[in-house]
C-alpha cells in the first residue's frame, strides 16, 4: 500500500529522541486524585466562568464554569465532592489562571446526563450542541473548541473528516494505547461527526510505525459506512493539521487558511473518542489518556481526571528517579515547559514529561553557519534563520510579509540546526508580538 507523506519534516527522528519505546506497550490504566484543581481556560476562546463557589458540594460530570462567548465551552467537575477554592492559581501560561478546586469524595455521585443514543440513529442536528455542552476540544494539544471546527462558515463545504492517528511527537503513546484499546469508540466519534456534517468519506491517518494499531482500526472500521485508514510515513510533524490534509487529499491549504479552506476538517483520535462518549452516553470531557513518561520510575499511560496536578500523576508513575531538571506538557518538540510539578493536567494534556537536569542541559549556541538545512525540512515553506534575523532587529512588519504566522510551530527547524539556534523560540515570540500589536 502507498504511504502518504508531504514535503519536508524530519525522517525519522532518532530512537533515543523519539522516547516512545517506554510506554508503547503498557495499558492505559485509571489513576483518581484526592483534590483536582480545574483552570477556565483550557481551551481556546474566553476562559469560561466559574458558576460554583467555595463550600459548594458538586457532582462529577456538573458545569462548573459556565461558556462564554460563540467559541466558549463549559468546563465540568472531573470529581464529586466540595469545592475548597474558586481563585487564580499558577498553571502553564504567563499569567495565574482563573480555577476551581475540588476536594474528591471518590463517591462519584454522577450529575443528570443526556445521552443522543447510537452514532448512527441520534439526530444529526443534536450532535454539534452536544459537543459543546460536553466542553470536548483538540486533545491533541491545542485545545480548539471542537464545535467550532464543525460548524462550517457559510460558503465552504467539506468532504473528508481526517482523524489524526500520526501522534509523531516525542515520547507520547496515549494515541497509540488508545486505538489498541478503545478502536469502536474512535470509529463510533468519527461517525458521529461525519453523519452531523454530512461528509461520506472518514479517514482515520496512522503512521506505518504503528502496525498494530493500523490492524486494530481496520478491523473496527469494517462495515462502517465510508470510513477507511491511511497509513502514513513515520516523519515528523506528520501530524500537523496542514501537512495530513496534503498527505490524506493530496490539496494544500493556503498560507494563512485552515483545513476547511481544502475541504478537509482534522480531528484527533482522542476528541473523537470523546465525542462517542457524549453522543452514545451523555459524558461531558471530564478525563482523558496521558503519557506520564521521562525521568519517572513507572513511565505509563493514565486516564486522568481533568485537573490533576502534575506531582499525583508523576506518583502514580512511580516518582522521579532522580531530581528533575525539566518538565513539561506535551512532546519535546512542541511542549510546553511548567513551572514546577503543581501545575494541572487539562483536556489538552497528552503527556507529562520529565527529564534530568543532564538531560535537559540545552546545548550552547553559536553564529548561524547558512548551511539551509532550515529551510530544506521547513514544512510550511517558510525561512526559519531569515525571520529569527528579522525578529532579532525588530522588524516584524517584514517578517509578517515573509509569512511569519504561517510557521506550525514544529520545531524541526530548531531540531536541525548544528548551530543550535533557537529559532522556533524566536519565531513564537514575532508571532506573539504580531498577536498583542493587532489586539491593541
Not at 463557589?53 to 464554569?65: A, C, S
Not at 496542514?242 to 487529499?249: E, G, I, M, P, R
Amino acid at each position: 500500500m502507498k504511504k502518504l507523506s508531504f514535503r519536508g519534516g524530519i525522517h525519522p527522528l532518532a530512537k533515543r529522541h523519539e522516547g516512545k519505546a517506554e510506554t508503547s506497550g503498557k495499558p492505559i490504566r485509571d489513576f483518581v486524585a484526592e483534590c483536582v484543581c480545574i483552570p477556565m481556560d483550557m481551551h481556546m476562546g474566553p476562559p469560561c466562568k466559574p458558576c460554583v463557589q467555595q463550600g459548594e458540594h458538586v457532582k462529577l460530570g456538573q458545569v462548573i464554569g459556565e461558556a462564554v462567548g460563540r467559541f466558549g465551552i463549559p468546563a465540568h467537575a472531573s470529581v464529586s465532592g466540595v469545592v475548597t477554592a474558586v481563585g487564580p492559581v499558577q498553571q502553564l501560561r504567563a499569567q495565574p489562571s482563573l480555577c476551581v478546586t475540588i476536594r474528591n469524595d471518590f463517591k462519584d455521585e454522577l450529575a443528570a446526563l443526556e445521552a443522543l443514543g447510537d452514532v448512527e440513529s441520534a439526530p444529526k442536528h443534536r450532535i454539534i450542541p452536544a459537543i459543546q455542552a460536553a466542553g470536548i476540544c483538540g486533545m491533541g494539544g491545542a485545545g480548539f473548541p471542537t464545535h467550532a471546527k464543525l460548524r462550517l462558515p457559510e460558503g465552504k463545504a467539506v468532504d473528508t473528516i481526517i482523524l489524526n492517528g500520526a501522534e509523531c511527537e516525542t515520547f507520547l503513546t496515549c494515541d497509540h494505547r488508545l486505538m489498541l484499546e478503545s478502536p469502536g469508540r474512535i470509529v463510533d466519534g468519527l461517525r458521529a461527526v461525519m453523519r452531523a456534517m454530512g461528509v461520506a468519506r472518514g479517514v482515520i491517518a496512522i503512521e506505518d510505525n504503528k502496525p498494530d494499531a493500523i490492524e486494530s482500526m481496520r478491523r473496527a472500521a469494517q462495515g462502517r459506512d465510508g470510513v477507511e485508514v491511511a497509513v502514513l510515513k513515520t516523519k515528523y510533524p506528520q501530524g500537523g493539521e496542514k501537512q495530513l490534509v496534503t498527505a490524506v487529499t493530496g490539496r494544500e491549504v493556503p498560507g494563512g487558511g485552515l483545513p476547511m479552506d481544502a475541504r478537509a476538517v482534522v480531528i484527533n483520535v482522542g476528541t473523537a473518542a470523546a465525542i462517542a462518549d457524549t453522543v452514545i452516553e451523555g459524558k461531558p470531557l471530564i478525563s482523558r489518556v496521558t503519557t506520564v513518561t521521562g525521568a519517572v520510575k513507572d513511565p505509563s499511560n493514565l486516564r486522568l481526571r481533568v485537573g490533576t496536578a502534575f506531582a499525583d500523576a508523576i506518583k502514580s508513575a512511580g516518582g522521579y528517579r532522580e531530581a528533575p531538571g525539566k518538565i513539561f506538557a506535551g512532546g519535546s518538540m512542541t511542549g510546553t515547559c511548567a513551572p514546577d510539578d503543581s501545575v494541572s493536567a487539562t483536556k489538552g494534556t497528552n503527556g507529562i514529561v520529565t527529564l534530568t537536569e543532564r538531560e535537559a542541559d540545552a546545548a550552547r549556541e553559536i553564529q548561524c553557519i547558512r548551511c539551509g538545512r532550515c529551510v530544506m525540512i521547513c514544512p510550511a515553506r517558510i525561512m526559519p534563520y531569515r525571520l529569527m534575523e528579522l525578529y532579532e532587529r525588530g522588524e516584524l512588519n517584514t517578517a509578517k510579509q515573509e509569512h511569519v504566522k504561517d510557521c506550525i510551530q514544529c520545531g524541526s527547524c530548531s531540531y536541525v540546526c548544528p548551530s543550535k539556534r533557537r529559532l522556533l523560540p524566536s519565531i513564537k515570540s514575532a508571532i506573539e508580538q504580531l498577536a498583542r500589536r493587532r489586539n491593541r
